[in-house]
């Protein structure tokens, strides 16, 4: 069963990469999906607020203060709709900051499976203190195999 696990963590992680891709970000693009009983529930990537311009960082190319990230964006999201992402799979290309980890726990979000690890690991640390199972799959690459 891992076997078959890791390749839908695979999928979904590839997913995920290609959601980032909306991003207007130009310093870095990712992306989230939120995964509820094989059903996707909600998507982010980084960006600005809703009704905000599109631009992420400023002349000095420093990402702007308000800037959202994917994860964020993802569950700000799932909490307008009615479901509930207790329970849930987040699959982020880059895991998450510290703040991000608080709102995935207070979100419910029982596993985390990301690629990129974000150089600043305090919010994995806070993760795995509360007991959010936490998945590494490095190597991903953006294509359908």
């Known amino acids: 069963m891992e076997g078959k696990q890791q390749k839908i963590d695979v999928r979904y992680l590839q997913m995920a990469m290609i959601w980032g891709s909306n991003s ?11 995964v509820k009983d094989k059903m996707i529930i909600s998507d982010g990537y980084n960006g600005t607020p809703s009704g905000f311009e599109n631009k992420c960082e400023d002349e000095n190319n420093i990402t702007l203060p308000y800037v959202l990230h ?3 964006n993802a569950i700000t999201k799932v909490a307008k709709s009615n479901n509930s992402s207790e ?3 987040l699959y982020i290309t880059t895991s998450p900051c510290i703040e991000c980890a608080k709102l995935i726990i207070q979100a419910g ?5 990301f690629s990129e690890k974000y150089r600043i690991t305090e919010g994995l640390d806070l993760l795995e203190r509360a007991g959010v199972e936490l998945v590494h799959i490095a190597e ?6």
């Open 70 to 72: 994917a994860e964020a």
């Open 87 to 89: 329970g849930s799979t």
């Open 24 to 34: 207007y970000c130009k310093r870095k693009q990712v992306g989230a999906l939120l």
């Open 109 to 113: 979000i029982a596993r985390v499976v």
């Open 140 to 145: 991903i690459r953006n294509e359908i195999t």
